[in-house]
């Protein structure tokens, strides 16, 4: 058994080996540490190997799924190995020591599972596959739990921003590939071939050619490849669910990348999970695809007007008809989730109550198509969706006529086909329900003919149907010739047989074993037809959760009092009353209420410096504004009394922080890698928010960077910029930054009390209140008496000096930037010098000289 075993785990690798035996399946070895420590099961011993006790543990099989469940989640895959034969079959095969053939039947990864009880209804499942191609990365993922199927290029150093969108939970890629830090699945090289990528592609999709799916470039299709074949490894050569891919190109959405994403928690909260998230805060949807697609619209918010305005249109219609939003979210509340369901089915993963899911589906998405059609001044977008809510007539009738109303997860006991839809099917069922009349009749004359009024036919799972009487009646049927055989005493029963009982329970036992055969054919079939409409299911599951994300968008817009904001081309941000939707709700529910602030930038006064005491309300300010633009870029309405947004093409969101230590670098580090992204990449089109950019540092570095970035992105990069800082000095960049702007959070000294308004207004922040927020977290008033007296001290320093800012109002602008051509310049003289222009070739050379020109005017 141990050779067959160690054969089995070489083949699952560094996946933990799920060794089937009877009614468990066990772990050995390491694998059995591994999963005691994390299922919190105990670890005992078998045997031993190599002089040593083999560590075990097992879970039972009919539970194996919660297990399987809390491994996936702790980061482990899982390659099942099953019994392939039965034990007689095994015993035919090699006589009575044989050993049961076992085989690996499937890997339980992450990205692969279609189980109903191992996903999240409400997130999608993502499994991406990542390859690099001649200085191009290509990303193909799909969510095989619904089909839906994705490939895109980006360059390399996007390549964190794609995948941090996509949230996958399992990431495949080449085992020659730098992952830094991230945990991929490795996978031979060989199998990301962009050739045998689009052969694959063809090939699951029945098609000569991919010319009619969209255009996909070599990185794309080598990176599909590399993920068909991971799917066909984990399956076992059975593919699952994938619909036909979808090139995503370029611009279509607003880029973010994943700092970005991090900060402004949009799914997930800064501590973890969903509580606390944008997503948590809007999400009113009624079904779990709805949940789905909302995720992914505020994971990739739109960059095209029309786009956007077409989800806006659909959002007021909805938005502005309180009561045909509610009877419409009623119906869609009771729709059950049409796209998981096929991709269990077409997974072979699925069960007959699948089938029913499906059917019910389909008439309920039918029947709301038919609803919203009675409705008038339909937008664009719905009238796109309602051809796809109808038109599985042929299929839903099938389906009604072949499975009974509420069929169970459980195929392999029968029962779910429904009466009438197979006639020998309905004969083999009479034949076992005479049957069991028969029995129950044979009862009855059995009582009369042995005068036993106890005596009763029973069934179970060993005996089968027996004949059962107390002991003290025994006696009476062992008599010889009285039809009776003996076939067990318990400790207050005897338990017989008869010829005649024998024969029905045959019966039944044959009958039912028929009609089980032809439940499973009927099964087949049946999943078979529904397979093969699989893409029109799919289109259906997708227009119904785009209605149910719209008319969530509406329920959310209804109850905050939220409006449509107005998308335009250029440049400018003017949120009117603006509110930010997590901390709004958090304040209310402690009873108080969120102070709406405004926002007013243009190409004239496109960057707004924000001062004013700690917890004033700053950083809330700078995140609320690029969440009203994000939410309005994902096609919803926005907590606001009004709304003017210029299309935003990036989006940065950058926390100068002290105490976050990312990846192991310092967090000064951090904050300068990232601050750098933005001035690289933040064009006159981006949005960004720098909240105490410089804190990480000492004052005066820390002022210098803030004072030279801020005068970067002003003069450079041109894009809206909200910068929140503490450092009054920064004010003084007022007289030399035309577009810039000073404003501050307000606050009030009141009985020596700090009062906090959380209100905007315009001009420099007049003092910090640092002392004052110190008392307010109940410093001791000692401390607080000494460190007045220090304040007062620099505060009398900094007026007869002048101040940490004195002289920088002269600097001329730029004046770094001039220096930094000049070091430039030298580089270009240290080249040269180092250079052995005898060892060049002339090709070389040209080439160098190329180079050294670009260098120059890049500069
Ligand atoms: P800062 O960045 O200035 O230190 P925060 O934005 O972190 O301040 O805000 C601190 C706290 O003040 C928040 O947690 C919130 O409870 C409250 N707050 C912020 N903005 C508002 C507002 N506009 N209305 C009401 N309370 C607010």
Redesign the pocket.
């Known amino acids: 058994m141990m050779a067959q075993y160690l054969a089995l785990k070489a083949e699952a690798g560094e996946c933990l080996l799920f060794y089937r035996m009877g009614d468990f399946f066990e772990l050995f070895f390491d694998d059995a540490r591994r999963a005691a420590g994390v299922l919190d099961i105990a670890l005992t011993s078998r045997g031993a190997h190599d002089g040593a006790p083999v560590p075990m543990c097992g879970v039972p099989v009919h539970s194996a799924e919660a297990y399987l469940a809390r491994l996936i989640r702790a980061g482990l895959r899982v390659a099942i190995a099953e019994q392939v034969e039965s034990p007689e079959d095994a015993k035919r095969r090699a006589g009575s020591k044989a050993l049961v053939k076992r085989d690996i039947v499937r890997f339980v990864t992450a990205g692969t599972l279609t189980e109903e009880a191992l996903l999240n209804p409400r997130r999608a499942n993502v499994l991406a596959s990542v390859c690099e191609v001649r200085e191009a990365c290509g990303i193909a993922w799909c969510d095989i739990s619904t089909g839906r199927m994705e490939l895109e290029e980006c360059l390399p150093g996007d390549l964190g921003a794609a995948l941090s969108r996509l949230c996958a939970s399992e990431v495949v890629a080449p085992d020659d590939w730098d992952a830094g830090g991230r945990a991929t699945a490795s996978r031979p090289r060989a199998e990301f071939g962009s050739e045998a990528g689009e052969t694959r592609l063809k090939a699951v999709h029945g098609v000569a050619t991919l010319d009619g799916f969209g255009q996909f470039t070599r990185a794309m299709l080598a990176a599909a490849g590399g993920l068909i074949a991971y799917l066909d490894h984990a399956g076992r050569g059975k593919l699952p669910l994938l619909l036909p891919p979808v090139a995503r190109t370029g611009a279509t959405h607003l880029a973010m990348d994943e700092a970005t994403r991090a900060s402004l928690e949009i799914l997930e909260a800064q501590s973890g999970g969903r509580a606390g998230s944008l997503l948590a805060s809007i999400d009113r949807c009624v079904t779990g695809a709805g949940a789905r697609l909302l995720a992914e619209d505020l994971a990739a918010p739109l960059a095209s007007k029309r786009m956007i305005d077409e989800r806006l249109a659909f959002v007021r219609w909805l938005h502005d008809d309180p009561l045909l939003r509610a009877e419409l979210r009623d119906r869609l509340r009771s729709l059950s989730d049409i796209g998981r369901a096929l991709g269990r089915l077409v997974a072979e993963r699925g069960s007959p109550r699948d089938l029913g899911q499906i059917r019910d589906g389909l008439v309920e998405a039918r029947a709301i198509g038919e609803m919203l059609r009675g409705t008038s001044d339909r937008p664009p977008l719905l009238e796109d969706l309602l051809p796809s809510l109808r038109g599985h007539g042929a299929l839903t009738d099938l389906l009604s006529l072949a499975i009974v109303p509420s069929p169970s997860t459980e195929r392999t006991n029968g029962g779910f086909i429904a009466a009438g839809y197979d006639a020998s099917l309905d004969e083999l069922r009479d034949v076992s329900s005479n049957a069991r009349r028969a029995i129950a009749a044979l009862e009855a004359r059995y009582r009369d003919e042995t005068g036993i009024t106890a005596l009763k036919i029973k069934h179970n799972g060993v005996l089968g149907y027996f004949i059962e009487v107390p002991s003290r009646h025994a006696d009476r049927l062992m008599a010889p010739d009285c039809g009776f055989t003996h076939r067990q005493t318990m400790a207050n029963a005897a338990r017989f047989n008869s010829l005649t009982l024998h024969e029905e329970a045959s019966r039944i036992a044959e009958a039912g074993g028929r009609a089980l055969v032809a439940e499973e054919a009927h099964f087949e079939e049946l999943v078979a037809k529904i397979a093969s409409a699989r893409e029109a299911i799919a289109r259906t599951a997708a227009a119904v959760a785009r209605i149910d994300a719209a008319a969530g968008q509406a329920e959310r817009a209804a109850e905050g009092g939220w409006c449509r904001p107005e998308i335009v081309e250029e440049p400018c941000l003017d949120i009117r009353d603006g509110r930010?939707p997590v901390?709004e709700a958090a304040?209310a529910k402690l009873g108080?209420?969120?102070?709406a602030?405004d926002c007013v930038l243009g190409s004239d006064d496109r960057l707004w410096l924000i001062g004013?005491?700690?917890?004033?309300?700053?950083?809330?300010?700078l995140r609320q504004n690029a969440l009203i633009v994000l939410l309005a870029q994902a096609g919803g309405f926005v907590p606001a009394a009004a709304a003017r947004i210029g299309l935003v093409d990036r989006l940065f969101s950058r926390v100068g922080a002290s105490d976050n230590l990312a990846r192991g670098r310092s967090t000064f580090m951090v904050e300068m890698v990232e601050t750098a992204a933005i001035l690289a990449q933040a064009s006159e089109r981006s949005f960004v928010i720098l909240?105490e950019v410089g804190r990480g540092t000492s004052t005066y570095d820390g002022l210098a960077l803030a004072w030279a970035v801020a005068e970067a992105i002003h003069s450079g990069n041109r894009c809206r910029c909200l910068f929140?800082t503490h450092y009054h000095e920064l004010a003084r960049l007022a007289e030399t930054c035309p577009a810039l702007s000073l404003h501050h959070?307000r606050a009030r000294e009141w009985k020596k009390d700090l009062v906090?308004l959380?209100e905007l207004a315009d001009g420099p922040a007049d003092r910090s209140y640092g002392l004052a927020v110190a008392r307010l977290a109940g410093v001791p008033p000692g401390v607080l008496a000494r460190a007045r007296q220090i304040l007062d001290k620099l505060e009398k320093g900094r007026v007869e000096t002048g101040g940490l800012a004195a002289g920088l109002g002269e600097l001329p602008l730029f004046a770094a930037a001039a220096q930094v051509t000049e070091d430039h310049r030298d580089t270009l003289r240290q080249q040269l010098q180092s250079l052995d222009i005898d060892a060049l070739s002339p090709r070389e050379a040209l080439s160098l000289l190329y180079k050294m020109k670009q260098a120059v005017a890049e500069t």
């Not at 108080?592 to 102070?595: G, L, Y």
């Not at 004013?612 to 300010?621: A, E, L």
């Open positions: 930010h901390v304040l108080d209420r969120f102070v602030n004013g005491p700690n917890m004033g309300g700053k950083s809330t300010f909240d929140a959070v906090l959380h």
